[in-house]
């Protein structure tokens, strides 16, 4: 199982990104979904989670500008970025607790690789 981010990039403050991560392999159910983000030198920031169900947490700065969503049937989760702001920049990873077709009913969590969003003033 593995997951596959895509999206980061360079844009000017004010701008939009979307990042997309996609989870393969032998899986078999897939509960919450997530993406942070890591400026070097901090650890991990939790930017947006999403449930199964649908039901979204976000980081406070970046709330009514971020907007997480996910297609179930495709294993992909998604990040809208609007309004980017110079502190956003980032590398940014999605993250997902996940079970495999081995294991069904036990689950773990798997991250992707990072995307870098840089934001220019």
């Known amino acids: 199982v593995q997951l596959q981010a895509s999206g980061g990039g360079l844009v000017q403050a004010g701008g939009s990104l979307r990042l997309s991560c996609v989870a393969s392999?032998?899986?078999?159910?897939?509960?919450?979904m997530g993406w942070y983000r890591q400026v070097p030198g901090q650890g991990h920031e939790m930017v947006a989670t999403?449930?199964?169900?649908?039901?979204?947490n976000y980081l406070d700065s970046v709330k009514d500008r971020f907007t997480i969503s996910r297609d179930n049937a495709e294993n992909t989760v998604y990040l809208r970025m609007n309004s980017l702001k110079t502190e956003d920049t980032a590398v940014y990873y999605c993250?997902?607790?996940?079970?495999?077709?081995?294991?069904?009913?036990?689950?773990?969590?798997?991250w992707g690789q990072g995307t870098q969003v840089t934001v220019s003033s």
């Open positions: 993250n997902a607790d996940l079970s495999d077709t081995q294991h069904p009913t036990r689950f773990y969590f798997r």
């Open positions: 392999g032998n899986i078999f159910a897939i509960n919450q």
């Open positions: 999403i449930s199964s169900g649908g039901n979204t």
